[in-house]
């Protein structure tokens, strides 16, 4: 849409390393302080989007004895967390063959989440459903609360009970640009250059299919963060073209660069590709044990407070216990997800 | 959204304020306690609009603010997308010359949304039929179909067609303020100054639209019109091509009432779609200018757009104040002449060329208004005063007091002259009006004149009639040696081709000697000449922030007809700068049971006042009644109206909608399409889905930039 040069986007999320670091940081020191002063992290959600801490146990006893009990996880951990639900936001979207536009716009609304909250403190399934559900609205693809809930079997409320919260967190800047459509814009741009230099526009095709694929590798690691989406579409077109060899980049860059008068320089271009190529070849998902072990513990710091109110939890963890499934997710389509996920995980990922 | 202090967005500390100020509801809200409610200034079904105050602390205190509270979507499906796109898109756009979304709040006890804006004082220009308002009429008529066994389709087209045309540009404030108040011409600094800025504000949104033409929207229907509806069967391909082609013309909107009427259900939110997804198309249509009226950014024009026209202007004032019924002093002659693209079949024509070149040629007649605008400001007269249609007999007064049979016939009636959109007395006499001043157009002088259909048509009428020579400068009151009068006759060009654009016009040098254009236009350029005092907005000032008139004795809560009557552009409420006691009960649950009575009243007020154009009376039991049903009807989402099938797997058919456009030779992927909402009856399925091929190919520059 409209113009990325004066886009929010542009003007305020993106970030440096650095920054994303310390705002990591920040939210998990601010959850684990909450942990300690009042037991849990888990804050309560109301429809409106507000929030309270729950009230500190009465109970000191127990209370203390609890505190003890319960972890925080680290940042790593919470990276380890994130990652796996950017990757389900990638799968359910799939799984509702929504075009890639909503995946991406909701994967970029949950990374802006995190940003500002740990995932100790908003479950990370619900905060990637509401971004889901969010990103339909958004991209004029609407999709019914209750729809979405009930193809992943899921409680559509608490998406619904999210929703103002995000749209807050978000700061209700809502329009994003992904890298596919420059992807698209870009591979437009590349036949002229195909066929004034070597004449291999069929294989563009191939081409912008890979790099489409190595677009979701990137989307899941914080590169949306850190660049624009037409240098991170550039980035994973060349990491597709040293596959393929369809055309020769850099001179594919340099004649970009002579059109526009941009204010990079090729080598300033070049070094951004290759943090987004280490990026992408960093990507760690955690083996199916150590997600487990991680969201026992994100369980047990979020549970605490949360005895005295709400059937819903009672009933979820009933749930949880029944399957033995620490990630709460629901039965069928989520254990569909899962076995994707451990297939996946070794065919995509580990290239 | 930088002057303002704490409670920014997203904010985490914010957030934690908020949640303190939740625990304790007795309580104003946080951000609300920074605003001194002043009044309401505007109602409608979306919501209120309210004017306030920023309160001491603040650096920008005593800045005015309107602040628009949606009300809480219906269908219990979390915030309501029109909010979202508003708010999306505002906060993408900034420029000095488009109105400024300043914060966004949301109140907690009853999950809305509160739109903080600045506040413009002045309508210069106001663009009525916002889509805003056919909502809003929709609502209450929508009452009485219910059991009458009519369609909502037959209202619907009935009211666009009754509504829309007239949208231009409508209601000039200042203008007639002068002309009959103050008796003397705007000086030239002032005239200088609004033309600037009007240009500058639509120079900037011309570019965006052109940027966002690869948004367009893409009607498509596939499936032959129901056979037992003769009167479908022979505009149907028209109307489906022209508005692809016509979409940001003032046309179009009858035929867009035409395509989307043939089909019978949901209507209104699709047209609330499509007009939200188009808005950068229309703007330039429902744009209303607003001049702010006080503060650092006095005199400053500002383009509000997405509805809030309306929002501003209509409830407290009867339409027919607006010279609403049929203005079309200012439309351009190409549109009078019936300029249309016609397309030779349905769907195949479909690219962003066409797009945009329609764009283009909107724009141009968008510069025709503009000057019209100028020789106004110059004159105090409107340039080209074309013979109104006086709307026979008010067709709302009908709708309220007599029966669905006449109701009927008025709207079959009315789905005629929509077909023909034949050349009417009024267009005629309107182009009689210009030909008189600008003399007549030849082919010569304008090459794509004889392709225009009523010119072909009337042969007799326009070509036979002899006009003298040019006479625009004694109009006026110009020389033709100034600059002034050269900017003018490049905006009156007839060729729409020829005509100039704003971002020329910026350029002209008529701006660039003295008096300079300035940001205020108010103030006096010489210090011994007086600023003109205008007329300020009428304040609600019984109003609260949640909708609910506050229950105070001394100040009896007004009923619908005196709001409507009495307000009028001049009339300055007195008790505007009283400081007003804030209602204790905000953040409360809504069910107050002496809260509520008010609140009916006066949401009715502005119902009453906004369907009743003539200003007839309304019929207080009528309208109470609807009212009533109104609110029944919201209580029961589960009660469909006949004629509103539930809508079924939206997937499935968005599927199956995209293989047609792509079998209708379209060569489109599915992951291309991005439905923007679609719809289906046993015999239409209309997708308006975003072609993102298209935004490509427009969108190059953009998308290779990084």
């Given at each position: 849409m409209a113009d990325f040069q004066t886009s929010t986007h542009r003007a305020k999320w993106i970030f440096t390393q650095q920054e994303l670091i310390e705002k990591y940081r920040a939210a998990n020191q601010r959850a684990i302080q909450s942990l300690e002063k009042y037991g849990t992290t888990c804050l309560e959600i109301d429809a409106d989007g507000s929030f309270s801490y729950p009230k500190s146990q009465k109970d000191s006893d127990s209370n203390g004895d609890k505190k003890s009990r319960a972890k925080p996880l680290s940042v790593e951990e919470e990276l380890v967390l994130r990652v796996f639900y950017e990757y389900k936001i990638q799968v359910v979207c799939g799984a509702f063959k929504f075009p890639h536009k909503i995946q991406a716009t909701a994967l970029t609304y949950y990374k802006r989440f995190y940003l500002c909250w740990s995932v100790m403190e908003h479950h990370p399934k619900t905060v990637m459903l509401t971004c889901i559900y969010l990103a339909c609205k958004i991209e004029e693809n609407h999709v019914s609360a209750e729809e979405l809930g009930k193809g992943i079997q899921q409680d559509h409320r608490m998406i619904l009970d999210n929703e103002m919260l995000v749209l807050q967190s978000l700061g209700f800047d809502l329009i994003v640009y992904t890298p596919y459509r420059s992807i698209e814009g870009f591979i437009n741009d590349m036949e002229d250059f195909c066929y004034a230099t070597n004449g291999q526009v069929d294989m563009l095709k191939d081409l912008c299919q890979l790099a489409i694929l190595e677009a979701d590798k990137a989307m899941i690691t914080d590169a949306p963060l850190l660049y624009p989406p037409g240098q991170l579409a550039l980035a994973v077109l060349r990491r597709a073209n040293d596959e393929l060899r369809v055309l020769d980049f850099e001179r594919y860059l340099r004649s970009i660069l002579s059109r526009q008068q941009s204010e990079h320089s090729i080598s300033e271009l070049i070094q951004a590709f290759s943090v987004i190529d280490s990026l992408i070849e960093r990507i760690k998902l955690g083996d199916e044990e150590e997600m487990k072990r991680i969201a026992k513990k994100l369980k047990s710091c979020q549970d605490f407070g949360s005895r005295d109110d709400s059937k819903k939890r009672e009933k979820k963890s009933k749930h949880k216990s029944r399957r033995g499934n620490e990630m709460q997710t629901t039965p069928a389509a989520d254990a569909e997800y899962e076995q994707e996920w451990t297939k996946g995980k070794g065919k995509e990922f580990n290239r | 959204m930088s002057n303002r202090g704490g409670g920014i967005l997203g904010n985490h500390h914010h957030l934690q304020q908020q949640q303190q100020q939740h625990n304790n509801p007795n309580n104003k809200p946080e951000w609300l306690q920074q605003y001194d409610l002043i009044g309401k200034i505007g109602e409608g079904t979306y919501g209120l609009v309210f004017l306030a105050r920023i309160k001491p602390p603040s650096p920008n205190r005593g800045k005015s603010i309107a602040i628009k509270k949606f009300k809480q979507?219906?269908?219990?499906?979390?915030?309501s997308p029109t909010a979202i796109r508003e708010i999306m898109l505002l906060r993408e756009i900034t420029h000095e010359n488009v109105v400024k979304l300043v914060n966004v709040h949301i109140n907690p006890a009853d999950m809305s949304l509160y739109l903080a804006f600045d506040y413009a004082e002045h309508d210069l220009y106001v663009g009525i039929a916002s889509l805003l308002f056919v909502d809003l009429v929709m609502e209450i008529l929508s009452t009485f179909v219910q059991?009458?066994?009519?369609?909502m389709s037959h209202l619907y087209s009935y009211i666009f067609s009754s509504l829309f045309p007239p949208f231009k540009l409508l209601g000039q404030e200042i203008i007639r303020y002068h002309r009959d108040k103050v008796n003397q011409a705007v000086n030239q600094y002032t005239v200088k100054s609004l033309l600037w800025q009007l240009l500058n504000g639509l120079n900037y949104l011309h570019r965006y639209a052109l940027k966002l033409q690869g948004q367009s929207l893409l009607l498509v229907s596939l499936f032959p019109p129901p056979p037992h509806i003769p009167y479908y069967h022979g505009f149907f391909a028209a109307v489906i091509g022209s508005s692809i082609e016509t979409l940001s013309h003032q046309i179009s909107w009858y035929d867009l009432a035409c395509i989307l009427s043939l089909h019978s259900m949901m209507f209104h939110v699709c047209i609330r779609n499509f007009f939200m997804m188009s808005t950068c198309f229309i703007l330039c249509e429902i744009v209303s200018l607003k001049v702010m009226g006080e503060g650092e950014e006095q005199g400053v024009v500002k383009i509000a757009d997405f509805g809030l026209a309306r929002i501003y202007q209509a409830p407290l004032k009867p339409l027919a104040d607006n010279g609403v019924v049929v203005t079309i002093w200012y439309r351009a002659p190409e549109l009078l002449l019936g300029a249309k693209h016609y397309t030779s079949a349905v769907g195949i024509l479909i690219s962003s060329l066409i797009l945009a070149r329609l764009t283009v040629s909107s724009y141009e007649s968008d510069m025709w208004a503009v000057g019209c605008i100028f020789a106004e400001l110059l004159t105090l007269k409107p340039l080209f005063q074309g013979a109104e249609v006086k709307a026979t007999p008010n067709p709302f007064q009908l709708l309220v007091t007599n029966t669905k049979l006449l109701l009927f016939v008025l709207i079959i009636l009315c789905y005629f002259s929509v077909i023909n959109t034949s050349f009417t007395f009024s267009q005629l006499d309107q182009l009689d009006k210009i030909f008189k001043v600008l003399g007549h157009p030849t082919p010569e002088k304008w090459s794509t004149l004889v392709n225009l259909p009523h010119w072909q048509q009337d042969v007799q009428h326009i070509q036979g009639h002899k006009y003298d020579n040019t006479a625009l400068y004694s109009v006026v009151h110009l020389s033709p040696k100034t600059p002034a009068y050269d900017l003018l006759s490049k905006m009156l060009e007839y060729d729409p081709r020829k005509r100039i654009t704003a971002a020329q016009a910026l350029e002209h040098e008529y701006f660039k000697t003295e008096p300079l254009p300035g940001r205020n236009a108010f103030v006096p350029y010489r210090p011994d000449e007086k600023a003109v005092n205008y007329p300020t907005r009428p304040v609600d000032n019984t109003a609260d922030f949640e909708g609910t008139a506050s229950i105070q004795p001394s100040q009896p809560v007004q009923s619908g007809n005196a709001v409507s009557g009495n307000m009028h552009g001049s009339h300055i409420v007195p008790n505007r700068n009283m400081p007003r006691q804030m209602p204790t009960m905000v953040g409360m649950p809504r069910m107050q049971p002496q809260g509520m009575a008010p609140y009916n009243m006066s949401s009715q007020a502005g119902v009453a006042g906004a369907m009743n154009p003539g200003g007839m009376p309304m019929q207080r039991g009528m309208a109470n009644q609807a009212h009533q049903q109104q609110q029944m009807r919201r209580k029961d989402p589960g009660m469909g109206l006949p004629g509103y099938p539930q809508q079924r797997s939206r997937r499935s058919i968005t599927l199956q909608a995209a293989a047609d456009i792509r079998a209708m030779g379209l060569d489109l992927e599915i992951g291309h399409l991005t439905p923007i909402l679609y719809n289906v009856n046993p015999y239409f399925v209309i997708v308006i889905v975003k072609l993102s091929n298209s935004e490509l190919l427009s969108n190059d520059q953009n998308l290779l930039a990084f």
């Open positions: - | 979507s219906k269908d219990g499906d979390g915030v059991g009458s066994g009519m369609r």
